[in-house]
C-alpha cells in the first residue's frame, strides 16, 4: 500500500479553528525596555502595516477533505509527474520572457504569517519586486500551510485550472507531498530560475530532496532551518545535551520548559526529533509509515511525553501556541529553555531586546532535525510568471544576505559561498559576534527530516492522547 500523503486531517482541521486575517502580537514594550537598558540606547525600526489575508471558510477546508479522498495519489511519491498545466509546456526558453510577462502581475503568496520578521521581510519582497517588476506582491497569512493545499484541493474539484486564488506557497514536507501526489503542482520549472543554479544542487542534495521526497522541479529552496535549542545562562549551567537529561533537567526545574502545541510545526518538530533520539531504528523514518508497525515505533514517544508533561510550563495541561509564544515567555521568564527552527533567532531576539543578553543557544549531541524551505506554485495559478520572477528573486545573493541579517529575520542561506564574488560571500557573511549566535560548524549535526508520513502518524497519535489539554 502506498501511504496516503494527503493533509493530515489534524492539520486540517485545526486550519479551521486557527487560520485568521492577522496573529496578534505579544505585547513586549516592557521587556523590551528592560534589555535595551543593558545595550546602547538605539530605536528599533517599526515594521511596515501587513497586508490583509485572505480568509477561507471552514466548510471549504471540509469539501476539499472530502475530495482529498477522490482525488487519489498519481502514481508513487518517487515518480516524477506530468505536466499539470499548459503553461509547463510553453515555458520561455528566455528569462527576460518571464519577467516581461510578470510585469505588471498581482502575486497572491500564501506564506505563514505568525512571526513579525518574517512578514516583515515579505514586505520587503514585495517592495523591491514593485520597484523591479511592476509586480504587487500579497502576502496571504497562514497559520497552517495545509489551508493552502485545501484551497488548491477545492479549486481543483471545481474545475478551476487557470483562475486560482494562490500563486506561490511557502511550503515543505508533508503539504508539498501532498500537493505533488495529487498532481496540484505546477512545473517542472525550478531549474529554469538564473539563481537556482547558486544552491549548487548537484553537491547539495537537499536542495532537490524535501523530507525524502525528490523535488524534480516543483519547488525552489529559499530558506534553511535546523532545531536550535536556547536557554538563559544565568538560570541554566549547565543546559541538557540530550533528551535523558532533559527529562532529568525538567524534573529538577518544573515549569521552565514547554514545547508549543501540536499540530503547531514547532511543536511537531520537537515529536519528531524525539522519535529520531527514542528510535531503535532511526532508518525506518526515512521510510513511509505504513511500510512499519506504526504503534511499536512511536510506543517510546509515548511513554517519554507521559513522564515530561508533568515536569512542562502548566504541569503540560496547556501548551504554548507557537514558537514566537515559546520565544514571549523565555523573555519574560517564565521560561529558562526553549528551542527554534532558526538557528538564528536567539541572537536576533536578543539584538531586539526580546530576550536577555545572557541567552545562549546550542545544538544536541546527537544532532538536531534540519531542512529546507521551499516555495512552490499551483497548477491553475493565475500569475505563473509573476511566481517564478519572484522566487528566483527569493534565491538571489542580495535577497539572501537582506535575509539572513539578525535585524531582519536572521534566516540562513541556502547557497553556495563557493559560486559567488568576494562581495556577495562577504554579505553572506555574518558579521556580528553574538555570544547568543552558534558558528555554523556547530549546525553541522543535522538530522534529516523523517518520511511525511510519520508527521500525520506522530500528530495523530498525540492529539489521541494529549489534545484535550
Known sequence: MLPDARPSPARLSASCTTLQNSFATTDCTRRQRTYRTLYRNQDRKAHMPQPPCLSLPCRCLAGALVLAGKVGLAGTLGLALTATSAMADTLPNDWADVE?????????????????????????????????????????????????????????????????????????????????????LFGPWAEHLPNFALTNPSQQAEMTTDFTIPTEGYESPWGKAQLTFYYDSQRVENPPRDLTELLAWAEQNPGRFAYPLVPDFHGSTFLKQALIELSEDPEVLQQ???????????????????????????????????????????????????????????????????LPPSTRSYVLDNG???????????????????AMVAANFLLSPEAQAYKQRLDVWGDPSVLDLDLLSEQQRLALTPADESPARLPAEALSRTLPEPHPSWMEAVEKGWLERYGSH
Open 100 to 184: 516581461h510577462q510578470a510585469q505588471g502581475q498581482s502575486l497572491y503568496w500564501n506564506a505563514w504569517g505568525g512571526d513579525s520578521n518574517v512578514n516583515a521581510y515579505i514586505d520587503w519582497v514585495g517592495d523591491q519586486l514593485e520597484q523591479r517588476w511592476d509586480i504587487e506582491l500579497v502576502h496571504v497569512k497562514l497559520d497552517d500551510t495545509a489551508a493552502a493545499v485545501s484551497r488548491v484541493l477545492a479549486e481543483k474539484s471545481a474545475g478551476n485550472d487557470d483562475r486560482g486564488a494562490i500563486d506561490l506557497i511557502w511550503i515543505n514536507g508533508e503539504n508539498f507531498a501532498a500537493m505533488k501526489a495529487n498532481d496540484l
Open 368 to 386: 538536531t532535525i534540519g531542512n529546507v524551505h521551499f516555495v512552490a506554485i499551483p497548477f491553475n495559478a493565475s500569475h505563473k510568471a509573476a
Open 288 to 354: 513511509p509509515a505504513e511500510e512499519a508497525d506504526i504503534e511499536t515505533v512511536t510506543a517510546p514517544l509515548w511513554a517519554y511525553l507521559d513522564q515530561l508533561h508533568p515536569w512542562l510550563w502548566r504541569q503540560g495541561q496547556h501548551f504554548p501556541s507557537s514558537g514566537p509564544e515559546l520565544k514571549s515567555l523565555m523573555g519574560d521568564g517564565e521560561l529558562w529553555l526553549a528551542f527554534t527552527f532558526n538557528p538564528a533567532e536567539p541572537a536576533a531576539a536578543v539584538a531586539s531586546y526580546q
